[in-house]
Structures are given as C-alpha cells and as structure tokens.
C-alpha cells in the first residue's frame, strides 16, 4: 500500500531505537514539551486519539509504536500523554476517534464541519474504479459518510458468521491483531499508490504482520467481534491517511 522502503525506514528506526532503550524501565515516556531528535518525535495524544489512528497518520507500524513506548495496552494511553513516533519528521494531524453514539444529537452540524475537513485532502486520491475487487459478497448495510451525524469511514458488509474474507488488493500486512475503538479483530493491509485497506470486526485473522498477500488470497472469517452490531465486514480504503469511499474503488 505505501511505499515498502518507508515502512522498512520506519520499522528500522523502531528497532534501532528499542536497542538504544534496552537499559530503560519499558514504561510509558511523558514529557511536558515536544522533543523532536534525528531519528523521530514525540506526539501528544490529544483526547479521541488511538495508537491506531496515529500509526496510521504518520504512516507507522501500530507495533512498533506500542513496543518503543513500552505500552502493553493501547486502551491505556491517556490525553496529554506523549509517544515517540520514530522516523517521522513532522507533526501531523491525527483524525479522532468518532464520538459514542448516545451523543448523536449534540453538536451534529460541528461534527458535519469537522468530518468534512478530515475527507478533504482525499480529493487527491487518484481514483481507479475496479483497483480493488470485493473482499466479500453480500449486502452493504451501512455506506462511507456521515451516519447519525458520526462519521462512518468505511462501508459493512453484512454476510454470515465464518465467511471467507479475501485481499481486495496485493500487498503487504502491516497490521493482523485485536484493534482499538470497537474494531474487534482486524487486518491492515498496505497496497500500492498510497492505498491502504483495513478489514474490522473478523471472527478469525488468518494472515500475520508481514504476510506479502496477492488480490484474493483469504485473510480472515467473517465475525461480529469488537463494537458491531451482527455479523459484517467493515471495509476501509484510505488515501495516505484520509478515510476515502471505498464504492469508488471496486468494480
């Protein structure tokens, strides 16, 4: 999905820093101000983020950032916390997570305005109608856009518990555990063009971080596992690190 050599860059410099560390305590850093050193920077986490959004922003292994910061839980991390990001070389923006449901009716035309600046460097994206193929047939039960005024960053796919969920797209696997924020299990792949698919909610993964996959390999069963509400895949495409309409991309 991105480039292969930034991913290695990135992973390299996690490793070279995780030997410089082997003589500290393993725990969490947090630090009053911004550190910014050769080999990366130190990002504070602002409320609504996850170590998966902001691996995702900075183009990083989620991995990778919870080994170097010697965090065991990412359910743990707090607002104001700081994380060092190694290999990155600028603050960037990370989107937050979508509030909880029950607040849906509070702040609705703030969330249309803050949903609409997240989406906005996506018009870059170079559209390629057909690039990916379905990872699942069955029925689309919720559409990428806004959903009860929440942001919806993907499509579901509603299909049986168990059903083979197949690569949209060659790749590489960045990413195959429990995730954050509701996900349940996923798969993270990284295409090329600067395309990345996240496959959510799967009752089993069957592919491991690194895994090279081909378009239609299976990579894991269908499930309800994490926030979900039935049986369904829920399908990601984005653009760098931009939530695009995956309809626009299959066939």
């Known amino acids: ?36 050193k050769k080999d990366g920077i130190y990002h504070t986490i602002k409320e609504g983020q996850t170590i998966y959004r902001i691996a995702l922003a900075y183009e990083a292994d989620p991995d990778v950032l919870l080994k170097v910061n010697g965090i065991s839980d990412p359910t743990t991390i707090k607002e104001g916390q700081e994380i060092f990001i190694p290999g990155a070389k600028a603050l960037r923006e990370v989107p937050v997570a979508a509030p909880p449901e029950e607040k849906k009716n509070t702040g609705g035309p703030l969330r249309k305005k803050v949903w609409a600046k997240r989406s906005g460097n996506a018009k870059n994206a170079v559209i390629k109608k057909g690039f990916f193929d379905w990872p699942v047939r069955g029925k689309i039960s919720s559409k990428f856009g806004l959903r009860n005024g929440v942001p919806h960053d993907g499509v579901d796919i509603s299909e049986n518990k168990g059903t083979i969920i197949r690569a949209a797209a060659p790749g590489k696997v960045i990413f195959s555990d429990w995730g954050p924020t509701g996900y349940g299990n996923i798969v993270i792949i990284r295409h090329d063009d600067h395309l990345t698919t996240i496959y959510a909610h799967n009752h089993k993964n069957l592919v491991t971080k690194d895994k090279v996959v081909k378009q239609g390999d299976k990579i894991a069963l269908l499930g309800e596992t994490g926030r979900s509400t039935g049986p369904h895949l829920h399908f990601e495409v984005r653009y760098g690190r931009e939530p695009v309409d995956p309809l626009n991309y299959l066939p």
């Not at 290695?8 to 725990?27: A, Q, S």
């Open 1 to 36: 999905m991105k480039t292969s050599s930034k991913i290695f860059l990135l992973f390299l410099c996690g490793l070279l820093f995780l030997c410089e560390g082997c003589g500290t305590t393993g725990k969490t850093r947090i630090r009053k101000t911004t550190i910014i």
